[in-house]
């Protein structure tokens, strides 16, 4: 799968972007909003890892414009600041899954694996 990582602490950035090259994937990783939309004008990803606050604003603002490129990509959003508020308001701009950081390496494994293998099951249809 090609995945977006959109997060600005560079450590733990970098440790997401291992973890998922690790596990066979191609990443691709930017730490602004606007360096993200930027990238998915130009190339379509199966996924967006997003993390909620950025240096340029909120990463969730960016979720109607991603889609706007291409409708039917997965996004997972990643915080560090879970409120029932924040998960209702990313929900309803029709993510895919939600995050609390920080981010469990074997849990992110697993998602990574559930899609993957959806992708390969929508692939034989």
């Given amino acids: 799968m090609d995945i977006l990582i959109v997060e600005d602490d560079i450590s733990a950035g970098e440790q997401i972007f291992e973890s998922v090259k690790q596990l066979g994937h191609h990443a691709e990783l930017t730490d602004t909003g606007e360096e993200a939309l930027k ?9 967006i890892l997003l ?3 950025l240096p340029d604003g909120f990463g969730y603002e960016k979720i109607p414009d991603f889609k706007a490129y291409h409708p039917d990509v997965n996004i997972i959003v990643m915080t560090g600041y879970n409120t029932p508020e924040m998960e209702r308001t ?8 939600y995050m609390a950081k920080p981010i469990n390496i074997n849990e992110l494994k697993d998602i990574l694996e559930h899609f993957s293998n959806k992708r390969k099951g929508e692939a034989n249809e």
């Fill in 39 to 47: 990238k998915v004008s130009q190339k379509t990803f199966d996924l």
């Fill in 51 to 53: 993390d909620v606050m």
């Fill in 90 to 97: 990313v929900r309803e701009l029709g993510i895919t899954y």
